[in-house]
């Protein structure tokens, strides 16, 4: 062969090995680095296929090596609204190095589920990421197969698993200890979903933190019911009416809070001169048009998805780990919670700045 490609169809590495005067096994371990090649071997292979414009197919190039350079990530609900950040932070760690990234969405049902998972296994990933709907953990996956999982949002169920997860109980204990800097002692929690582990968690961090400083939640812990605003104002308009006396409003999401300060506000009580009302989740959308904005506790969810991606490649790279890792909150301070109040000397004064608690 002279050099010059024959025929009309695309350079082949059969094209390669026959003009670098080699076999086609030995062309491709050229191609694809096997140290088992000569070095003067691998550079006639390499000029070869320079002369002749050719290009590896990535796909067959997997083939040879031990890993793909692609991973997976498979989530149980692509349009919720906690799932995305999640999904952008993973996406941008991957992002800084050379892998791409299958996504895949099984809506939430296991049998799609299982099909996604074929899916993602047949195209060779070197790991798979996946992403829960809720916190509440769920069912393993990892048994027989040969890549690593690592699971975010949603731990898994089984402890020898490695899982990520916002701390909901610390984000309780932020959240009061934030009302308390405020100078509220008498706070009420109206909550969500219990099946919800996160509303458990929420109010379980909030009761510890304000047993510390010998108080309890007025109105009682089990004022449980749906996410919406709805339910929100309903809840406030009992406590209202039912003549107990709170200063403090906790909410467990933005959802709740907004409809929490629609009912305080027929009710004629002023945010947050009379109560101060705060969320969760920081859903700016909410928090930061709420009349007015709205004070919630961030839950990190891009950290949380980066710092899960960052140790599937550890794991890809043969680091083994386990157990289930509490992501970082904090509380993002607005109006709706006042200023913070310190003591100077031998009075109370108030700091018309704004204060961050908890750690980023």
């Known amino acids: 062969m002279d050099g010059r490609k024959r025929g009309t169809g695309a350079t082949t590495l059969t094209d390669v090995a026959q003009l670098a005067g080699v076999s086609l096994a030995t062309a491709s371990k050229a191609m694809n680095g096997v140290s088992q090649v000569r070095a003067e071997t691998r550079q006639r292979v390499l000029d070869a296929a320079a002369t002749l414009s050719f290009t590896p197919n990535p796909f067959a190039k997997a083939l040879n090596s031990a890993t793909t350079g692609t991973i997976g990530m498979l989530t149980q609900d692509l349009d919720n609204r906690f799932v995305l950040p999640v999904l952008l932070g993973a996406e941008d760690a991957f992002g800084a190095g050379s892998t791409s990234v299958l996504l895949a969405d ?3 049902d296991s049998i799609r589920e299982r099909h ?16 829960g709907r809720t916190t509440n953990p769920r069912a393993s996956l990892t048994a027989g197969l040969k890549v690593p999982v690592v699971y975010v949002y949603a ?15 610390d984000a309780g204990r932020q959240a009061v200890d934030h009302l308390l800097s405020r100078g509220r002692r008498r706070i009420a929690f109206i909550n969500g ?3 919800y582990s996160a509303a458990q968690d ?9 047993a510390e400083e010998g108080l309890s939640l007025v109105g009682g812990a089990d004022l449980f019911g749906p996410w919406g605003e709805r339910w929100g104002r309903r809840c406030t308009e009992s406590l209202v009416e039912s003549g107990v006396q709170f200063d403090a409003l906790l909410c467990g999401s933005d959802q709740l809070a ?16 009379d109560v101060a009302v705060m969320g969760f989740d920081n859903w700016d959308l909410l928090a930061e048009e709420a009349r007015p904005p709205l004070t919630s506790v961030e839950m990190n969810l891009e950290q949380l ?6 140790e599937l490649v550890a794991a890809i790279g043969g680091t083994t780990a386990r157990g289930v890792r509490r992501g970082a909150v904090r509380v993002v301070p607005r109006e709706s919670t006042g200023s913070w109040l310190h ?11 704004t204060r961050e608690t908890g750690t980023s």
Request: hydrophobic share 35%; no cysteine; aromatic share 2%.
């Open 155 to 169: 731990p898994s169920d089984d402890p020898a698993d490695l899982s990520f997860t916002p701390d909901n109980f």
């Open 258 to 273: 907004r409809g929490a300060l629609d009912q305080l506000r027929e009710s004629r009580r002023s945010v947050p001169d």
């Open 343 to 353: 003591t100077d000397g031998g009075g109370t004064s108030a700091d018309t700045g």
């Open 193 to 195: 979903d219990p099946s």
């Open 305 to 310: 998805g980066r710092s899960a991606a960052l």
């Open 202 to 210: 929420r109010v379980a961090g909030a009761t510890s933190r304000l």
């Open 106 to 108: 099984a809506r939430s």
């Open 116 to 131: 996604q998972l074929g899916m993602l296994l047949a195209k060779r990933v070197d790991g798979l990421l996946v992403v």
